[in-house]
């Protein structure tokens, strides 16, 4: 009798073991699967934002980028007028050389080539600044997306013409200096300019080959590049658009009456003028 109490003795405390192992075990997997779901809720949490920020409108950062150089364009062609356009050296013949009244010339087609190339970066960034404002466009990773997918040639022409317009008021300045002091004066500044325009040349390389990152859309290699292409873009897409093949035109008729002037300034259509 004793001996089959002690078995069912043993018998229960172990099935309340197994009972007891079976309660630890279904409550440690409960706990398991708690910190499981927190822990994924957390990490999605913190992964979310991340990947949000990755691509979003950045709209106002492009039309910043467009101020940045639409007010320094407008400041350079306002002093372009005073110092290339009203003050320009005249040209007298009885005592200036051939050589320089072609300098002269030339002094005043740079100061005119200079305030348009300003006023044409003004045109580019004010309408893409208008049209960043309108228009809604989808969120991109990046500025630089942004630009190089709805502001190609924008970007480029305001970069292109704000640059060129900026050397030749440099090149102005020198040459006010010559026309104003004499030749050794003007060498000088000249000289000072020249220095300025190379040094200015390789900061701007510097900076167009490193973009926005490494993986970012580059739109050229240097400022020769970045001209070559905007050129090239510009009168591929001029088809069709009347008025951008008639500008087109009158830009190479204009390369033709440049030619022909330095070439009469040398006195080499001399002769077919005297007969």
Not at 104 to 116: E, G, P, Q, R, Y
Not at 149 to 164: R, S
Not at 227 to 232: D, G, K, L, P
Request: glycine share 8%.
């Amino acid at each position: 009798m004793s001996d089959r109490l002690s078995t069912l003795d043993t018998t229960t405390s172990h099935s309340n073991i197994n009972s007891i192992m079976l309660i630890s075990i279904k409550k440690t997997s409960i706990i398991i699967g708690i910190l499981s779901l927190f822990q994924s809720r957390h990490v999605h949490s913190l992964s979310t934002p991340v990947v949000a920020s990755l691509v979003k409108d950045y709209s106002g950062t492009a039309a910043g980028l467009f101020n940045n150089m639409r007010t320094p364009a407008a400041l350079i062609g306002g002093a372009i007028v005073p110092l290339g356009l009203l003050t320009a050296p005249e040209i007298d013949k009885s005592k200036d050389s051939k050589r320089v009244q072609l300098f002269k010339k030339v002094n005043l087609l740079l100061a005119i080539a200079s305030l348009l190339s300003e006023i044409l970066a003004i045109t580019f960034s004010t309408v893409a600044i208008n049209k960043l404002a309108e228009v809604r466009f989808p969120p991109t990773t990046g500025v630089d997306e942004l630009l190089s997918k709805h502001f190609e040639i924008a970007w480029m022409g305001t970069n292109v013409h704000f640059l060129l317009g900026m050397f030749g008021f440099g090149l102005l300045v020198g040459s006010k200096a010559f026309f104003t002091y004499g030749s050794k004066v003007g060498k000088i500044s000249g000289c000072w300019g020249v220095a300025v325009f190379l040094h200015c040349s390789s900061i701007v390389n510097q900076g167009i080959a490193l973009g926005a990152g490494d993986n970012s859309p580059h739109f050229a290699s240097n400022l020769l590049t970045l001209v070559i292409r905007y050129v090239t873009l510009t009168m591929s897409r001029a088809r069709g658009r009347p008025l951008s093949m008639i500008a087109f035109g009158v830009i190479f008729y204009s390369l033709f009456l440049s030619i022909e002037m330095v070439a009469e300034s040398f006195g080499f259509f001399q002769k077919e003028k005297d007969n």
